[in-house]
């Protein structure tokens, strides 16, 4: 079967970096996503990776290691709005499954 | 160019009744999924359809169903609702079939069943 797992809160300041970790156990893998999540808001899109390595889109991350079954997203310079859920989805050639979701609390 | 519009945005239902949610993808996409989101659970699969046809479907009961028009509009049915159908339904739009990574989400429709 599927199965991703994820820390369910994390804690940071404002203006340092946290990391979220996903490890994930899946047949067919195709790649690793991030989407966020707001209160209230629907998921949107952060990044994909589908080989090794680190994949930067401004103050956002994200890596994979595909023999570690690991990825994560890295997040810098942290600002209150960055305070969301946080869900990283592991695609295949059938589907795409999501992990129940990382809080991300953010502290001025 | 417009969004995922998912209608209606809130419902209220009683135990044992049916309900409808509708889902129009943006412009150009073929593939709808739908998801349900209970605090804690993070975004359970239901079903995904691509051009008219149910690609996937997540572990629900049968009384979860679903359809797509034409149009690539869809709908999600769920009859004989139970308490702990009480959830925000989701719906996610892409280019691709099956296994697209990047998924366009609707505002969501918040069911509760009283």
């Known amino acids: 079967g599927q199965s991703l797992e994820q820390p369910s809160e994390v804690t940071a300041v404002e203006g340092a970096i946290v990391q979220i970790n996903c490890t994930y156990q899946t047949s067919g893998f195709y790649g690793l996503s991030w989407y966020q999540q707001h209160d209230g808001g629907a998921p949107t899109f952060l990044s994909y990776?589908?080989?090794?390595g680190l994949e930067e889109t401004g103050r956002f991350s994200s890596f994979l290691s595909r023999s570690d079954s690991y990825g994560y997203l890295l997040l810098q310079e942290l600002q209150m709005k960055d305070s969301a859920s946080y869900f990283c989805a592991v695609t295949s050639a059938s589907k795409i499954i999501f992990g129940s979701g990382t809080r991300l609390s953010i502290r001025p | 160019k417009a969004g995922v519009t998912q209608t209606p945005r809130y419902l209220i239902k009683t135990r044992g009744q049916q309900v409808t949610l509708s889902c129009s993808p943006i412009?150009?996409?073929?593939?709808v999924s739908w998801y349900q989101q209970t605090p804690g659970q993070g975004l359970q699969f239901l079903f995904e359809?691509?051009?008219?046809?149910?690609?996937n479907k997540g572990n629900f009961p049968g009384r979860f169903s679903g359809r797509q028009f034409s149009n690539s509009r869809s709908e999600m049915n769920v009859s004989t609702l139970e308490l702990g159908d009480s959830a925000l339904y989701l719906c996610?739009?892409?280019?691709?079939?099956?296994?697209?990574?990047?998924?366009?989400f609707g505002p969501g429709t918040r069911l509760t069943v009283t």
């Open positions: 990776n589908a080989l090794d």
């Open positions: 412009s150009g996409h073929r593939s």
């Open positions: 996610a739009s892409s280019l691709a079939s099956s296994g697209s990574y990047e998924q366009y």
């Open positions: 359809y691509f051009s008219e046809t149910q690609r």
